[in-house]
């Protein structure tokens, strides 16, 4: 397993962007497959992008299109750019890594590595 480490969050408006960034640390990082997940207040955890091993990359299709996760394997990172933000997309943004092959969509349960969270707050 790897350990993970968020930061990035914060408080934007609507329209706006933000960047979070996972940094994973151990060895073979490029042989994870890395996602990142969202929780809203009272709601489950649900997927939000992820990217393979092989760069091979899905979306949730509330942010297809705005949202674009890449990973620099020289510096254990991945990343979440998040554009043209929405209210409904604040929550707590989970970090996830796994070396197994990822179901279509991607799962929670895929993933056996993760982090704390970040928080990001989008205002109206």
């Known amino acids: 397993q790897v350990q993970l480490v968020e930061s990035g969050g914060g408080l934007v408006q609507a329209g706006g962007s933000l960047r979070v960034s996972c940094v994973a640390s151990?060895?073979?990082?490029?042989?994870?497959?890395m996602g990142w997940f969202r929780q809203a207040p009272r709601k489950e955890r649900e997927f939000v992008a992820a990217?393979?091993?092989?760069?091979?990359?899905y979306y949730a299709g509330s942010v297809k299109g705005r949202f674009l996760i890449s990973r620099d394997n020289a510096k254990n990172t991945v990343y979440l750019q998040m554009n043209s933000l929405k209210p409904e997309d604040t929550g707590v943004y989970y970090c996830?890594?796994?070396?197994?092959?990822?179901?279509?969509?991607?799962?929670?349960?895929?993933?056996?590595?993760w982090g704390q969270g970040t928080q990001v707050a989008v205002s109206s």
């Open positions: 996830a890594a796994d070396q197994s092959l990822l179901t279509t969509p991607p799962r929670a349960s895929d993933f056996g590595s």
């Open positions: 990217i393979t091993w092989s760069g091979g990359m």
């Open positions: 151990g060895r073979a990082f490029s042989t994870y497959s």
